[in-house]
């Protein structure tokens, strides 16, 4: 199974040593997040082509940041310029229709993530085949079980799926990468965020905290080894010190 290279966005000067990074590591699946400055982004992107060349793909994520009109003229244009693999999140998928009109007004494949966090909207959007590509996971509807027989069920409606990710531990990773790998239908350029942690729960590194691909999982069950010393130290770090918010709160209360 091939995983993405997680591009934070910056200059464009800091776009290129990430990517320079990323190719000699064998990545070739670069995602951006967009949506925020349509300009800087879209020197980012003329920075991310030129480093790694035509052949390698670009994915955006724009977080339902557009309106219809303004997501067409910004696909096109970049897709034009720097060449667009898929789009996620483009619109606000509520209502669906959006994504519809979306698909009829630009070349590029389009990718639901927001939108799909029951069973029941799942398979609307499936249905619906408002999206080229499914990007959700097993936290999202519940179960590995039920994530696996929702992937079989983009399949049969000719879709593709994306495992998504929300800073996962390895354990987690671990247990999306067998279904990831039992499925016809996965992408390349699954979603990973190990490159990005500190430390880890496993004895062992799973092999997305260094590089692109991992393979066939050979060990009984998650094919996982956790470090009981590690686990007990931030389960006792989660009793002193809360849950972890990854996000700074503001409040005026």
Known sequence: VDYFCYLAQGEPEDLEQQCRDAVDRGYTCFYLKVGIDAEAEGEMLAAIRRTIGPDR???IDANEAW????????????DDAHGIDFVEAPVPIDPVEN???L???????????????????T??????RCADVL????????????FHTLCHAAHL????????????????????????????NATDGIQQTSTMMEHELLVEPTPIAEGPKWGWIEKPGLGVEVDEDRMQHYHEAYRRDGQFLPYRIETDC
């Open 135 to 146: 990007c959700f996971s097993s936290y999202w509807v519940g179960t590995l079980r039920r």
């Open 67 to 78: 309106s219809v009109p303004e997501a067409a003229r910004l696909i096109n244009r970049w």
């Open 103 to 121: 698909r009829g007004r630009v070349p590029v494949a389009l990718c639901a993530n927001e939108g799909l966090g029951r069973t029941a909207d």
């Open 57 to 59: 793909k670009i994915r």
């Open 123 to 128: 398979m609307r959007v499936i249905r619906s």
């Open 157 to 184: 409606e000719g879709q593709s799926v994306c495992k998504h990710t929300h800073g996962e531990l390895g354990i987690a990773a671990a247990a999306g990468h067998h279904v990831m790998l039992s499925i016809p």
């Open 99 to 101: 994504m519809l009109e």
